[in-house]
């Protein structure tokens, strides 16, 4: 069989254009700016995340009685729970500070005195706590849903502000069984409380970008706030601790400047009689409105500068 050999062909020439270069990065970024195309989940500016904010008010408001309403909804007693706490707590607290340690010597009205503490600190501790939980307690609406993040941190304040406003109520009743009637001081009340709602906010918001990153803060939070409550005030009179001790200037400054008992000594001064009696220093308003603005301002901006993080991990 005669052998054949079979010539293989050459590959047919084409006309076709070579495969273009690939864009560099910085062309794609220069394209998607042309057209309009952001970053996903990029940090709004300032201004925008404010409207961002503003323009979903109605479910701040919301979410915030919702979780108001859910809080006590397993137990019996219900929202009672939000008035028997603070009840409860100052009931504690009187019979070891203002029974077994006597602090209660040389305080008039010791108990409006004592419920007031209690019910302020209570409202400042509760609102810091919430925020550690802000957004770690809400993963699923965080990570599935895109809104300015600090929605969660504020509404949970709000929420704080509905239960202290309800159990106000309960407050005054128990003011005036001790003789603590309705008189005009009493509106002081009212930018207390804003400039306390204020500051406890802004310690939130830090809470809040605080226990995103770092969850153990949450465990923290308890220890510190119980030493942070035994330097405000709330049962012993910081003025009556101060006068006629040698302590070092820096510390009797600390103790009368801590925010805390700022705006407890506040509220005192506008619910409790023989605390309006005694003359308020003016630096202590200019100190409460301070304390507010830098707190505010400050935790507002420090949570917006880590939004584009918040779910992430």
């Not at 504020?154 to 109520?169: E, K």
């Not at 507010?292 to 880590?306: I, Q």
Request: one cysteine or more; a positive charge.
């Amino acid at each position: 069989m005669p052998v054949t050999t079979q010539t293989l062909a050459p590959p047919p020439k084409t006309d076709a254009p070579a495969a273009p270069a690939a864009l560099t990065s910085e062309e794609l970024r220069a394209l998607a700016r042309r057209h309009g195309l952001t970053v996903s989940g990029a940090r709004p500016s300032l201004p925008s995340y404010v409207r961002q904010l503003w323009s979903r008010r109605d479910f701040i408001t919301a979410f915030a009685t919702a979780k108001l309403t859910a809080q006590y909804s397993q137990a019996k007693l219900g929202q009672i729970w939000q008035v028997m706490t603070p009840l409860l707590n100052a009931a504690v607290y009187y019979v070891i500070f203002g029974v077994l340690m006597d602090v209660k010597k040389g305080i008039a009205d010791y108990v409006p005195f004592l419920l007031t503490g209690v019910f302020a600190w209570t409202f400042t501790s509760q609102t810091i706590m919430t925020g550690t939980r802000a957004i770690s307690g809400n993963l699923g609406l965080v990570r599935a849903l895109h809104f300015p993040r600090a929605s969660l941190p504020i509404a949970l304040a709000i929420q704080q502000l509905q239960q202290l406003l309800f159990s106000l109520g309960a407050l005054v009743a128990i003011l005036v069984c001790f003789g603590e009637y309705p008189r005009p001081s009493w509106l002081l009340a009212i930018p207390a409380l804003l400039l306390q709602t204020l500051f406890s906010t802004g310690l939130a918001l830090v809470m809040a970008r605080w226990a995103a990153k770092t969850p153990d803060i949450a465990q923290l939070m308890p220890f510190i706030l119980r030493t942070w409550m035994y330097a405000s005030g709330v049962m012993w009179s910081i003025a009556h601790l101060t006068k006629g001790r040698d302590l070092p200037h820096a510390v009797i400054v600390a103790l009368q400047a801590n925010p805390a008992a700022v705006y407890i000594d506040l509220l005192r001064y506008a619910l409790v009689e023989s605390f309006h009696a005694s003359l308020l220093p003016p630096h202590v308003w200019a100190l409460a409105a301070g304390w507010a603005v830098v707190a505010f301002a400050g935790g507002f901006v420090y949570f917006w500068k880590a939004e584009e993080t918040y779910g992430r991990g």
